[in-house]
């Protein structure tokens, strides 16, 4: 028997509530089709909510069932596949990081039956995987397996990446190995860090320590941690497995210790810092923020310039146009704000993301993207076509700036 998540409608729908209480709405088939998902927020769709008071009239609740598989399709896997390769290698070769793969925190195999993980959904437990600040949708580990966690700031909690081993540039095996105080290749009572060391187990997979959750080594019955580690490259629920290891129990048995890369959404995060709202913006429009973007209430609150809520409210009298390119014209000035907005430092491990600039032509057939700008890892900045760069009166600039970039047109129509 399993606990499913989902229920399931007409036309191949289904429902779910999602860790942060939104109702989220999806095609049963979108997942593998790489299609988003609605989200509702404060939706009541309770079964001890009248008919009446239920948003759109749905029903969502929780059962047990149990699953026999009738049919194996390998369609969703292949679909994802070619999005990783095609586009997934593609980005990652422009900007140096990739877009499908994870961070790889280490793992346990508790019962010795193998590693038992979930796929990431839009139900998923949302954890802050990269160290940005914002929890992300993120694959995870059943309750019945464990995470390795080191609780630097003994909290109780384990706030993010930075507290386990592994992270977007380091392995956790890398990381875990900096303990090694004697270089003998194991982790254990002669390691200092061996004592500190718990065990996560997750218990009712809310990405959230709750009492009873978190272990000692030597409360598990683990000796010792091997680093010598194997590239492994198995895809376990659409995370990678990166490299595999083992840990010696008290008993002289041995089970597996894994680097694995949890797949994360990056788009539908949550922001983990202060989001009290001041009341002089809570009458104001607000909108629900994604990827680096905290909620625009919680932004215009942090905004200590006030850009954004005056940005905001000389753009609203303007809004009151039919037409969609006006509308988008006029509201841009408002999106740029928001993104300019400092939200201090909560980064961990990784800085906020920069925006990218993009050069694109909009026309009445859409917008297209003409080229954008890239910064390598040494700080130069370049154009991803590969066009020279030159100022205005045509000479060739050998290692423009961003300001410079953002001067120059690589299409004969379009804007930056």
């Known amino acids: 028997a399993s606990e499913d998540p989902w229920a399931y409608g007409a036309f191949l729908f289904r429902y779910g509530m999602n860790a942060q209480g939104d109702l989220v709405i999806e095609s049963a088939f979108g997942q593998s089709l790489g299609w988003g998902a609605t989200f509702v927020a404060n939706a009541d769709v309770g079964p001890t909510t009248p008919l009446s008071g239920r948003t759109a009239g749905l029903l969502v609740f929780e059962y047990d069932m149990e699953r026999i598989l009738l049919v194996n399709n390998d369609t969703g896997k292949g679909l994802y596949e070619f999005f990783q390769l095609v586009f997934g290698y593609m980005y990652k070769a422009l900007l140096g990081v990739s877009l499908f793969e994870g961070v790889d925190p280490l793992v346990l195999d ?9 796929a990431r959904t839009p139900l998923s437990p949302v954890f802050d995987l990269d160290g940005d600040g914002f929890a992300e949708q993120t694959g995870w580990v059943r309750p019945d397996d464990g995470l390795l966690v080191f609780d630097q700031n003994a909290n109780g909690q384990i706030d993010d990446i ?3 081993f592994g992270n977007p540039s380091t392995s956790g095996f890398a990381e ?4 090694d105080g004697n270089a003998d290749g194991v982790i254990n009572v002669q390691d200092a860090i061996f004592a500190d060391l718990r065990v996560w187990q997750d218990l009712n997979q809310n990405a959230t320590v709750d009492a009873g959750e978190l272990s000692t080594l030597a409360e598990l019955g683990i000796a010792s941690l091997s680093l010598t580690a194997t590239p492994s490259g198995v895809d376990n629920t659409t995370n ?7 840990f010696t129990r008290t008993d002289g048995t041995t089970r597996e210790l894994a680097d694995v890369k949890f797949l994360i959404n990056n788009y539908d995060s949550a922001w983990l810092g202060d989001a009290t709202v001041d009341p002089s913006v809570a009458s104001l429009p607000n909108l629900k923020g994604h990827g680096t973007l905290a909620d625009l209430h919680v932004a215009m609150t942090l905004d200590t310039t006030g850009a954004l809520q005056s940005t905001l409210n000389t753009v609203l009298p303007t809004l ?31 800085p906020v993301r920069p925006d990218v600039h993009a050069f694109v032509n909009r026309t009445a057939e859409g917008t297209e993207i003409v080229d954008f700008a890239v910064q390598d890892p040494s700080g130069d900045w ?7 760069v030159k100022d205005g009166n045509g000479v060739t600039i050998p290692d423009p700036t961003l300001a410079e970039i953002l001067a120059f047109s690589p299409g004969e129509e379009g804007e930056w």
């Open 110 to 118: 508790l019962d010795g039956d193998g590693l038992e993980l979930t």
């Open 162 to 164: 930075g507290e386990l």
């Open 176 to 179: 875990l190995a900096t303990h």
């Open 382 to 388: 370049y154009l991803a076509s590969g066009k020279i």
């Open 240 to 246: 990678l497995v990166a490299e595999t290891g083992s």
């Open 320 to 350: 009151n146009v039919v037409d969609l390119a006006t509308l988008r014209e006029r509201v841009l000035p408002v999106l740029e704000a928001w993104a300019d907005v400092d939200l201090g430092s909560t980064a961990t491990i990784a």
